[in-house]
């Protein structure tokens, strides 16, 4: 009940802000909006479920009124583009949130909607494959029991929608690590290495490697399958990857500590998970999700700008080292003879 008064608190003040917007940028207001969700209702006749925002505007109206609060989120799902899983269900004037098994009453219901993205930045431990070798706490992830050459772990959800600022704060990195997205729920687990990985990641190169080659020791935007461009190595530890992600634009941006690094063109219409790769039983990773107004500004100007050409740059097909089964596929004997010098 705590953690539901401290939200309705929130989002009464985002309210008011919202209605004072007049000054803001778009990238600003559309963050808003995405919270508040304010969208028309439609037009029902006979008994209906209807659903307002905290501040008590009208969100949507389903008619005939769906048997269970998990059926009624699936209708809102399909209505507003909102996942079932950011969605809390109360009742008007209460703080109590209904289970998805909930009955709803057929001759109309009314019910407050709050949209709640914390699983966008929560590692998903239960579906991962090596779950008994990860430490999962929300936002942090270790894995002390790894008993494999790394660990991809993706978050409980992914975006589907609007504008997103990330930071990945590196408490500890072994050796490699990449943090990005990718539109491959499949990638969990360790059956994927990280050059294979299909997805927008910053490569944060090998700790202590003097390589200047951006598909093994230097860090890079690693984008389809392709070194593109050269990022800012990250130390041992004490390290911020940020990470814009506009789904409207269909742009990402990284910055390091602050410092932007690039940004590129991702897909729109297709959600996308977070992923950090795990690749040492040290590794500890803790991810934040923050207002979009708290981006770097030229973070936030990289979106509207020029972006890096993901076509190009280094295929890393070949350069999976971390996947076995792509090891083995190749042979030792094609492994060993490749060098630095061949990138």
């Known amino acids: 009940e705590i953690w539901l008064k401290r939200i309705l608190d929130r989002e009464n003040r985002a309210q008011a802000t919202l209605d004072q917007t007049v000054g803001l940028s778009r990238s600003r207001r559309r963050c808003v909006h995405v ?11 006979g008994p209906v479920a209807r659903v307002l925002t905290i501040a008590g505007r009208a969100l949507a109206e389903v008619s005939p009124v769906p048997e269970t609060v998990g059926a009624l989120k699936m209708a809102l799902e399909a209505q507003l583009g909102i996942a079932q899983a950011l969605q809390k269900l109360v ?10 098994g909930e009955a709803l009453d057929p001759e109309g219901t009314e019910v407050v909607m709050i949209v709640d993205e914390s699983p966008m930045s929560t590692w998903d431990s239960d579906a991962n494959p090596r779950k008994d070798d990860l430490e999962v706490r929300g936002g942090s992830a270790k894995c002390p029991n790894m ?9 409980k959800e992914p975006l589907r929608r609007g504008a997103h600022y990330f930071e990945f704060h ?21 059956r994927t290495g990280g050059r294979a990985l299909d997805g927008w ?6 700790i202590g490697s003097r390589s200047a080659s951006t598909a093994d020791g230097h860090a890079a ?9 050269p990022f800012d190595n990250l130390q041992m530890s004490g390290d911020i990857i940020g990470m814009l992600v ?14 932007l690094q690039g940004a590129c063109a991702i ?18 990773v803790e991810l934040r999700k923050l207002p979009v107004q708290d981006a770097p500004l030229d973070t936030q100007l990289a979106i509207t700008g020029s972006l890096l050409d993901t076509r190009k740059g280094l295929l890393l097909n070949f350069w999976d080292f971390d996947d076995e089964d792509n090891q083995s596929a190749f042979g030792e004997e094609a492994y060993d003879s490749c060098g630095d010098d061949d990138v």
């Open 221 to 229: 935007l690693h984008a389809q399958h392709r070194a593109v461009a």
């Open 170 to 190: 590196m408490h500890s990195i072994g050796d490699e690590q990449w943090c990005g997205l990718v539109r491959n729920p499949a990638h969990a687990g360790h």
């Open 246 to 259: 506009d789904l409207s634009q269909g742009v990402v941006a990284f910055n390091l500590n602050g410092i």
């Open 267 to 284: 897909p729109t219409g297709i959600p996308l998970w977070l992923l950090t790769h795990l690749d040492t039983a040290t590794d500890h």
């Open 91 to 100: 009742a008007r004037g209460s703080v109590e949130i209904f289970e998805d």
């Open 35 to 45: 919270v508040m969700f304010a969208v028309a209702p439609s037009s029902c006749t």
């Open 201 to 206: 990641m910053y490569y944060a190169g090998r």
């Open 147 to 155: 008993a494999t050459n790394y660990i991809n772990v993706l978050t």
